[in-house]
């Protein structure tokens, strides 16, 4: 896996492919490789380990053209990272394949390829797809019908693109659990697995539902539903921008970055969890060997991924498993007890942040059982010196105060949990379960955002404060830091966290009318607890400000709330973290704050 681009076209499509990879070199990658058909009607294939430079690199000493193609950029999951590895895959001249994906039964279909004298150059899933495709093509030579006779035999998520010399006016895509996107032009078509990818050519898309097979032609498109059928589905125009420096019809950066959060979470989970499964496989080739060793963790982060590793904590001992979690800056200067078999888990944004990289450069002598980070940057120096890198997918964050960067990173830690969970025997109905609370976070995020003129209205009350106490229990202390930091971030009003419970061990004499008070109330068994506490800031004349689940009932006085529905009980923190950003976001707008680039701040910290 990671990311899919193809183009038929009246023209050479080879540009089109390399600048559609690059726009997806975020999503994190080991090669990159294209296939197209040359004017001779051969396919002509190149594929390079490393970046996408390095293939262009390869172009321009061999350059091939062609007027279609399709291109892809790995991350490893079956088999090392190699150029043997690199898609497009290949069965002799008939077919080329790229793939998103994990194909669960490649094995069994593997050896019966064998059998019919297939041979095998990669260690991959893919090529699989690609000797599948050409046996069956022999016995009927339509790519269409050939691709939806295969996809019925494979097991497991994919995003598919299939190309052949002997179908000169056409692609075949096929996605079940990993998504495509089929741009419209004027003589022209593409595909890809990210409207980012295609924004520089077209900005109307058709987006492919789960199980459609689609044939894309120069001339028009038709997609084909699970059972084969003729189906429509719907144009859309796109109002993202070719420029990842385009705020739209946003009016910061930051408040566009929070609106994302509903795709880029999905982007996140996709192609990782497939039918109330976890993918494990998805996480790359040396990572179950990792979690199936791991009997600990360390988490070491800065800042906001600080906050993230904390709410990690609750949900790993929640498993069973030990876990610690550092500050890197503190962790790099004093003497580290490292348990047998303890896993060292880094959280960045940007890979770059010299605490962090110091840290995970002093694991590697220190004994750890491995690492792994979690990271938003591809070929960043986190993710290259890491054993194993799970990319957020958050794409470019411009803002300075993190938002969607820090909930990818709680979904992709709980992705991680979920991994060591079924390590250590979860059930597969605690899994579907686990896995469909996943599956309905982007939505639950979208209705939170429905919120932000209502939050608007309750920002007016800090407009002109100058301190702001956030209160939080269990993994919703974290998300009251990370509330905190966000107010102060950009703002400039001076705010604290604290867990609730500590109130009356010194912060409740900052409390009175003018130190606004912030608290999450999810209904979990920690409520009746966190009331009391609020009950104490109210009779100390302290102003509440609430975000609260819709079976919570409030028996208090002057306080503020919005309501927050359906939330589910291993998500709720991502969930909650949302309001948080809003909140702080409509004060420092009414405030007058340079919201985007706040002062003495830098997006990534490079230096101690």
């Known amino acids: 896996m990671c990311g899919i681009v193809g183009a038929i076209a009246q023209r050479n499509v080879v540009p089109i492919l390399i600048e559609g990879l690059q726009r997806l070199e975020y999503r994190g990658y080991d090669s990159a490789g294209l296939a197209v058909r040359q004017p001779d009607g051969g396919i002509g294939r190149i594929r390079a380990l490393g970046k996408v430079a390095m293939l262009r690199q390869l172009l321009e000493s061999n350059p091939i053209t062609g007027d279609l193609g399709i291109a892809h950029t790995r991350w490893a999951t079956h088999g090392m990272p190699a150029e043997r590895n690199a898609h497009p895959h290949m069965s002799g001249e008939k077919v080329a394949v790229v793939h998103n994906g994990i194909i669960e039964n490649h094995a069994e279909l593997r050896e019966a390829l064998r059998q019919r004298g297939y041979h095998f150059t990669s260690e991959t899933d893919t090529e699989v797809i690609a000797h599948l495709l050409a046996h069956l093509l022999d016995e009927e030579p339509d790519l269409l019908r050939a691709t939806q006779r295969a996809v019925r035999q494979l097991v497991g998520a994919y995003g598919l693109a299939v190309a052949s010399p002997g179908e000169p006016d056409r692609l075949v895509v096929a996605r079940a659990g990993s998504p495509l996107v089929i741009g419209l032009g004027v003589g022209e078509n593409f595909i890809a697995s990210d409207v980012f990818a295609l924004l520089p050519v077209t900005q109307r898309f058709v987006f492919l539902e789960e199980g459609d097979i689609a044939e894309i032609r120069r001339d028009g498109v038709q997609v084909y539903d699970v059972e084969g059928r003729p189906v429509s589905r719907a144009e859309r125009l796109s109002q993202l921008s070719a420029s990842t420096a385009d705020k739209g019809p946003y009016r910061h950066y930051m408040l566009k970055e929070i609106f994302e959060q509903p795709a880029v979470i999905a982007e996140t989970l996709e192609g990782r969890i497939y039918k109330g499964r976890l993918l494990q496989d998805s996480f790359g080739h040396e990572a179950r060997q990792l979690f199936e060793r791991a009997r600990g963790v360390h988490i070491v982060a800065c800042g906001t991924s600080y906050h993230a590793g904390l709410v990690a904590r609750y949900w790993l001992e929640e498993i069973g498993f030990p876990c610690s979690v550092e500050v890197a800056s503190e962790y790099r200067y004093r003497k580290v007890v490292v348990p047998p078999d303890t896993l060292f888990l880094s959280i960045s944004q940007s890979g770059e942040t010299a605490d962090t990289l110091a840290a995970l450069r002093f694991a590697k002598k220190a004994g750890y059982v491995g690492s792994l980070t979690v990271c938003n940057v591809p070929e960043s120096s986190l993710t290259r010196e890491s054993d194993v890198a799970l990319m957020t997918r958050a794409g470019p964050e411009i803002g300075v105060a993190s938002t969607k960067a820090f909930t990818t990173q709680l979904t992709a830690l709980r992705l991680v949990v979920l991994a060591l969970a079924k390590q250590r025997g979860l059930s597969a109905e605690d899994e579907r379960r686990l896995v469909d609370e996943l599956h309905a ?168």
């Open 441 to 608: 976070l982007p939505r639950q995020v979208e209705v939170v955002l429905e919120l932000s003129d209502a939050i608007r209205a309750m920002a007016e009350a800090f407009a002109d404060k100058h301190h702001a106490l956030f209160l939080g229990r269990g993994p919703f202390y974290p998300i009251a830091l990370e509330g905190a930091l966000k107010l102060k971030e950009i703002s400039y009003i001076h705010a604290e966290a604290y867990p609730a419970g500590e109130l009356k061990h010194g912060p409740l004499a900052l409390v009175d009318a003018d130190m606004p008070v912030i608290c999450a109330l999810p209904d979990d068994p920690l409520l009746d607890k966190v009331l009391s506490n609020l009950q104490e800031v109210r009779a100390r004349g302290g102003e509440l400000f609430l975000f609260s689940d819709h079976n919570v009932r409030i028996e208090l006085d002057h306080y503020q709330n919005l309501t927050l529905a359906d939330i589910r009980p291993t998500t709720a923190p991502i969930v909650y973290s949302v309001p948080l950003q809003l909140l702080a976001y409509h004060v420092a707008v009414l405030k007058g704050t340079d919201v985007d680039q706040p002062r003495n701040l830098a997006k990534s910290v490079t230096v101690e």
